[in-house]
């Protein structure tokens, strides 16, 4: 089980770095700082597959794009933020989510995601 848990953060570590230097290498010049990255991971009390039918819901909630997802992941952008969301395995019916958010105020937006998805789960 931890084998799959590591693999979901390298994973998501890779989609926010890619995303992150997407965003910097079009919006920035060269030399310009990189934007400030933050994340989190919370446990949802639904099973997985719950969990990543509402990845892209809540993105489009608060104005983010999806541009590519796949098996429990999704890469959004929205204005200067790129946002990633993973959704990993857990025993029983508990699942990880982590966010990862990138840009000018990331705290700010990846607690508006975080608390979009806690409000889905915890009706």
Same mark, same amino acid.
């Given at each position: 089980?931890?084998?799959?848990?590591?693999? !979901?953060?390298?994973?998501?570590?890779?989609?926010?770095?890619?995303?992150?230097?997407?965003?910097?290498?079009?919006?920035?010049?060269?030399?310009?700082?990189?934007?400030?990255?933050?994340?989190?991971?919370?446990?949802?009390?639904?099973?997985?597959?719950?969990? !990543?039918? *509402?990845?892209?819901?809540?993105?489009? @909630?608060?104005?983010?794009?999806?541009?590519?997802?796949?098996?429990?992941?999704?890469?959004?952008?929205?204005?200067? *933020?790129?946002?990633?969301?993973?959704?990993?395995?857990?025993?029983?019916?508990?699942?990880?989510? !982590?966010?990862?958010?990138?840009?000018?105020?990331?705290? @700010? @937006?990846?607690?508006?995601?975080?608390? @979009?998805?806690?409000?889905?789960?915890?009706?």
């Amino acid at each position: 089980m931890k084998t799959m848990t590591l693999n !979901t953060m390298a994973k998501a570590l890779l989609l926010i770095l890619v995303g992150t230097l997407t965003v910097s290498s079009l919006a920035s010049p060269c030399f310009a700082q990189a934007p400030a990255v933050t994340f989190s991971q919370i446990m949802i009390p639904a099973p997985y597959d719950r969990c !990543t039918s *509402h990845i892209t819901a809540a993105f489009g @909630e608060y104005g983010y794009a999806v541009q590519q997802s796949g098996d429990g992941w999704a890469l959004a952008f929205k204005g200067n *933020h790129s946002a990633v969301m993973v959704c990993g395995l857990m025993q029983g019916r508990n699942t990880q989510l !982590t966010i990862f958010v990138a840009g000018p105020n990331p705290d @700010e @937006e990846k607690n508006r995601l975080q608390a @979009e998805m806690q409000r889905r789960f915890h009706r």
